[in-house]
Nanobody, 116 residues
Framework: QVQLVESGGGLVQAGGSLRLSCAAS????????MGWYRQAPGKQRELVAS???????YYADSVKGRFTVSRDNAKITVYLQMNSLKPEDTAVYYC??????????WGQGTQVTVSS
């Protein structure tokens, strides 16, 4: 069974930076989409950023210009560089991979807390 292992979360002051990583535990079928979601307390999970195998990138409006998503296909890893963090970025961040058969995989979540 494939697992997605996330790392890089933590506590940071407003204006600071964090880099999240998410790697597959073993090789899987071709991954089409790699993405990051987040869920704050009392809110629905939302898509933050995604990148396709063709390098098509999406960002939520709330993170444009501050977050950068990238992927390393050889390492089956997706990254999320988060700069100029704000308290409203506080949430549990989840990665999600979708392979070319449509099957998706989720990470266990990593907490990001931004203090004001």
């Amino acid at each position: 069974q494939v697992q997605l292992v996330e790392s890089g979360g933590g506590l940071v002051q407003a204006g600071g930076s964090l880099r999240l990583s998410c790697a597959a535990s073993r090789r899987v079928f071709s991954i089409d989409v790699m993405g990051w979601y987040r869920q704050a307390p009392g809110k629905q999970r939302e898509l933050v950023a995604s990148i396709t195998s063709g390098s098509k990138i999406y960002y939520a409006d709330s993170v444009k210009g501050r977050f950068t998503v990238s992927r390393d296909n050889a390492k089956i890893t997706v990254y999320l560089q988060m700069n100029s963090l704000k308290p409203e970025d506080t949430a549990v961040y989840y990665c999600r991979f979708v392979d070319d058969t449509g099957h998706d995989y989720w990470g266990q979540g990593t907490q990001v807390t931004v203090s004001s």
